[in-house]
């Protein structure tokens, strides 16, 4: 082994808004807070999760694949359509395409990087 996973650091252009949908999300506690970064802790003892602002981010376009994704969150959940629900009020989106199998659907966070909502059907 050459490491261990510290972080998960995301680009966009406000870390400060999109930290709001990400403690709501991942039931998460800002630790850091900056207009350039802002950093998330996560209980259970996983990674920190970061933002980091960048002038230039753009959001990767789920159907035609320009920009192409560079990755992308699995995020578990006990029920898609309540979790669902609760994404979307949170100004997340159900991208087309995703088509809500059992198992996972596909979202964006606001400012439009994918995700997934999966339960433990979708991790087999």
Same mark, same amino acid.
């Given at each position: 082994?050459?490491?261990?996973?510290?972080?998960?650091?995301?680009?966009?252009?406000?870390?400060?808004?999109?930290?709001?949908f $990400?403690?709501?999300?991942?039931?998460?506690?800002?630790?850091?807070?900056?207009?350039?970064?802002?950093?998330?802790?996560?209980?259970?003892?996983?990674?920190?999760?970061?933002?980091?602002?960048t002038?230039? $981010?753009?959001?990767?376009?789920? &159907?035609?694949?320009?920009?192409?994704?560079?990755?992308?969150?699995? /995020?578990?959940v006990d &029920?898609?359509?309540?979790?669902?629900?609760?994404?979307?009020?949170?100004?997340?989106?159900?991208?087309?395409?995703?088509?809500?199998?059992?198992?996972?659907?596909? $979202?964006?966070?606001?400012?439009?990087?994918?995700?997934?909502? /999966?339960t433990?059907?979708?991790?087999?």
């Amino acid at each position: 082994m050459i490491g261990r996973l510290a972080g998960i650091v995301i680009d966009c252009p406000e870390p400060r808004a999109l930290a709001e949908f $990400y403690q709501e999300l991942l039931g998460a506690k800002r630790v850091e807070d900056s207009a350039e970064w802002v950093t998330l802790s996560l209980a259970g003892g996983l990674p920190s999760f970061s933002l980091q602002r960048t002038d230039r $981010y753009q959001a990767p376009d789920w &159907n035609s694949g320009l920009p192409p994704q560079q990755m992308h969150l699995d /995020v578990l959940v006990d &029920n898609l359509d309540t979790a669902e629900a609760q994404v979307l009020s949170l100004g997340g989106t159900l991208l087309d395409g995703s088509d809500k199998p059992i198992g996972f659907r596909v $979202y964006a966070d606001p400012v439009g990087h994918p995700f997934c909502l /999966v339960t433990s059907e979708g991790l087999t």
